[in-house]
Each structure stands twice: as C-alpha cells, then as structure tokens.
C-alpha cells in the first residue's frame, strides 16, 4: 500500500477517512458503509488523542508499523457480542441430525477398519471461526460432548478463532458471568461449568481440553492450507456483516473450502447465502437453515 500524507493536525478530513477505511478494509476486510463512518470517525480522534500523538497523520502512520496499535483498534471496531447457545434452532440442528450424521460415517468406518484390519479412531472436528470470546465455540463442544455417547472413544477437538486479541484472551479463560448464560439449558449448565465465585462461573476441564483458541483474520483464509478439507462442522455467524458483498463472496469460498466432504456450514440469522456463488447444499430444521459440502467435491 501507498503512504499516502495526511493532514498535520487532529482533523479528520474525508480524504484522511478514506485512508483508514482503505487499511481496514484491506487489512481485515473490515467495510464502513456512511451509516458507520460517524462512528468509526469517533474511534479514531478517540484513540489518536489518547495515543497522544500529534496529529492524524501520526496515528495512520503508527497503525501502519506497529501491529499492536492497529489490533487496540480492530478491538474497539470489532463487536464482540455473543452468548452461549445463541440460536438454539441450529444446536437442535446439531443434535439431531448433524451430530448424529457423522456418528453413523465414523461407526461405518469403524466397522471398515475392523474388518480390514486397520485401527480407526472415530473423529470429530468443528470450528467457531469469530468466536469473539468463545461462547460460541464453548457451546459447540459442549453439544458435541453431550451428544456423543462414548466421547471419551472419539478424537474429538473444536477451534475457536477471532481477529481480536482481547476476545481471544478471554476465550482461554472460559469465565464468564454467572447471569449471562444466554440459552444455556439447564442440565448443561451443571454438567459443563464450576461455579468459582458468587458471580462468575467457569467452563469444565472436560469441555476446555477439546477446545483450543487462536487469533486468525478470515481475510487470511483463502491462505491458510492446514485448514482446507478439515472441518465436519463450521460456525461462522454474524462475522460477515462486517464484510461488503466482493468480501463476503470470499468468505463463503474459502469457508466451503474448509469443510470436509459432508461437511456442514452454519451460518448466522441475516445471513444466508443466496447472494453468493457456492455449491453447498441448502438444509432447514425448524427455524435453523445450513448448509452442506456435498460429500463427494
Ligand atoms: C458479533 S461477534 C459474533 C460472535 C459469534 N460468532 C456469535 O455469533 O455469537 C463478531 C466477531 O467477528 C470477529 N471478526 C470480525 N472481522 C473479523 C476478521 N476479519 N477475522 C476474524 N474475525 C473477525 C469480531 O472480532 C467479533 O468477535
């Protein structure tokens, strides 16, 4: 990218504004249509102030070279709210037709193995991908472990990963406030958390041991080799109405080509993917709509 000058005092001139939208956007694929530029305005004087720089200008320039200025704002842009078992239609999807999906693949390659000799440990892989601060990813394992009826004899693990460090740092603690259990049902609620203070509760070490956070930025996916064919489950909502249609576009790609082969993608309520290009399969249960990787792509 270009350096381009900007002005020499705090003011943030719309040219100057263009200026870090165009890094956001090429950086994160993070998109401010005009009825967000007041606000991303704000965050910017807000945070160039209290960096104490001298000017716009500096603070541009700071965002360009130093990682960890440009991640303190990506943290106040990005919207981190979640809760755990948000739209439960889709964890009712899980329960009831997708988790048992994969039991009944993986007992059929168990029973191949068996006769041909060949040990076979039945596997499971699923991927919160901005997870924000894991309740999301928490949940999936959480309905992952309860579903399986010997967990114990599956390899089974669950990826949360986001692009804001803070959300990150708080996804590996797994504590959380004891009145914001969002949806959680009841017997969850006992089975996966410890109570550790009045307020707070904490995610089991049981559901904490299959799951495993890290920072990645979905606009680095189409690169991200290790990931490709590799997930039997996909959660990636209310992420894109971050991206404009061309990022989204990408997105869909990428995420289709991060599924295995029957493998499903859901995604969030806004977001359903008749706009794109994508040779998934479209699946509804009850309120819940998905999608599906077509076993043999
Ligand atoms: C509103 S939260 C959604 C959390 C969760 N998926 C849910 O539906 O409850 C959106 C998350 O997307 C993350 N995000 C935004 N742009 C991203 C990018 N380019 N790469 C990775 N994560 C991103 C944000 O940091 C934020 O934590």
Known sequence: MTFAVLSEDMELTAKNLGMFKELLYERCHLSFPESREMLLRRWITQFAEKGKYRSINDYYRALMED??????????????????????????????????????????????ALSSGVPHRMRLRAWSSGCATGQEAYSLSMQILDSLRYPKA??????GTDINRDAIGLAKLGRYDSQRLGKTPSSFVERYFTVCT??????????????????????????????????DIIFCRNVMIYFDLAAQQRLVSALSACLAPGGYLFTGEGEVLHLYDHSLEVLE?????????????
């Open 154 to 159: 599956w390899d089974v693990k669950v990826l």
């Open 198 to 231: 009045p307020h707070e509760i904490v995610v089991s070490d049981e559901v904490k041991e299959i799951t495993e956070f890290r920072m990645l930025n979905l606009r680095d996916l189409p690169g991200e080799e290790s990931l490709k064919n590799s997930f």
């Open 67 to 112: 990682r960890q200025e440009f991640e303190r704002l990506i943290s106040m842009i990005t919207t981190r709210e979640t809760y755990f078992f948000r739209m439960p239609a889709q964890f009712e999807a899980l329960r009831d037709v997708v988790i048992p999906a994969i039991v009944d693949r993986e007992g059929s390659a168990s029973m191949k």
């Open 285 to 297: 249960r009850g309120d819940a709509v998905y999608y599906r990787k077509r076993a043999e792509e």
